[in-house]
């Protein structure tokens, strides 16, 4: 019996670490307003665009009262939406492409994580921030320009974070790989529009 309750205090401190780190949660900061806060991406290609949302799952910011120091955040993947087709069963096509093996991978990968790695000051309220971003299982850095307004209360940031999805292994219609795509291509950089507010 003793024996069981001691396997079962291991499991359960084990599952609190993995779902710890698995969140994004940073010790001593502010947490992530995950119903304020906001993600829309757009996707070009040489006929066109495509755009949508995503949601936070989690996450929060560390600061030392003058700026951000740290921080790290989860993407919900399964909320991945396209707001540009109007089509309800195109729509569906088209997102049902997007978690497959060609390009998300959502039902391997639930959630994609950013781990803010350094941020430095440009000026004003202006920072180039860089971490390391997560998807499909795969760690790249990146570095992007933020606008981040901090105090006592809390957190709001705004970002435009170019993503080269053939890092990410989506190189679906990717001149990179793929030669004679013509009007078929798909350019490589995705844009994340970032509106964070994390506080009280």
Request: glycine share 10%; with cysteine; aromatic share 8%.
């Amino acid at each position: 019996m003793t024996k069981f309750k001691s396997l079962a205090a291991m499991a359960l401190v084990g599952s609190l670490l993995v779902g710890s780190a698995f969140t994004g949660k940073v010790s001593g900061g502010f947490k992530v307003n995950v119903a304020k806060s906001t993600l829309k991406w757009v996707a070009s290609k040489v006929t066109g665009k495509h755009d949508g949302t995503l949601k936070l799952a989690s996450g929060s910011l560390e600061s030392n009262g003058k700026m951000v120091t740290g921080g790290a955040f989860d993407i919900d993947m399964n909320s991945l939406a396209c707001t540009d087709i109007t089509d309800k069963e195109t729509n569906g096509n088209f997102l049902g492409h997007l978690r497959s093996e060609e390009f998300f991978s959502i039902d391997k990968h639930k959630t994609a994580h950013f781990e803010i790695q350094k941020v430095v000051p440009a000026k004003g309220n202006e920072y180039d921030v860089t971490g390391k971003l997560t998807i499909k299982g795969i760690t790249n850095e990146v570095t992007f320009p933020a606008t981040i307004t901090t105090s006592p209360k809390g957190v709001k940031a705004t970002a435009k974070i170019t993503v080269d999805r053939t890092k990410f292994d989506i190189k679906f219609r990717s001149g990179k790989f793929f030669e004679g795509l013509g009007d078929k291509l798909i350019y490589d950089d995705f844009v994340i529009d970032l509106n964070l507010e994390a506080g009280e």
